[in-house]
């Protein structure tokens, strides 16, 4: 088997780093829930902390995490910012990562049931 040698490796390196950034900014349990929350559609900051069950300055906090990595974005309406994914691609990410969470724990229940 001939391994493939890129001759793009800088570029290639500069996606990984992006993809690694990206997937920091998900690694965090109320930023998927407030991530959850936005395939529904636009929320603002008190409607964020409530689903995520934060205090509005930390649930700013995370969402400031999540402008910074792109993955959501703001728009102002009247005196009000609501924010929205900045892709629908990010919740199918997160859609799949949870499936294959289903799937292992369910090979994990039917070891137990053979145990």
Request: hydrophobic letters at 45%; proline letters at 3%.
């Amino acid at each position: 088997m001939t391994e493939r040698v890129d001759t793009d490796s800088g570029e290639l390196a500069e996606i990984f780093r992006r993809q690694a950034e990206l997937c920091k900014s998900l690694a965090d349990a109320k930023r998927l829930m407030i991530l959850n929350a936005l395939k529904d559609g636009p929320r603002s900051v008190s409607e964020l902390a409530e689903v995520a069950g934060l205090k509005q300055s930390n649930a700013s906090q995370h969402i400031g995490v999540l402008r910074r990595a792109g993955v959501i974005r703001p728009e102002r309406r009247g005196n009000v910012v609501l924010y929205s994914l900045a892709t629908p691609k990010i919740a199918a990410a997160c859609d799949l990562v949870r499936q294959v969470i289903a799937e292992e724990i369910q090979r994990n229940e039917a070891l137990v049931k053979i145990l």
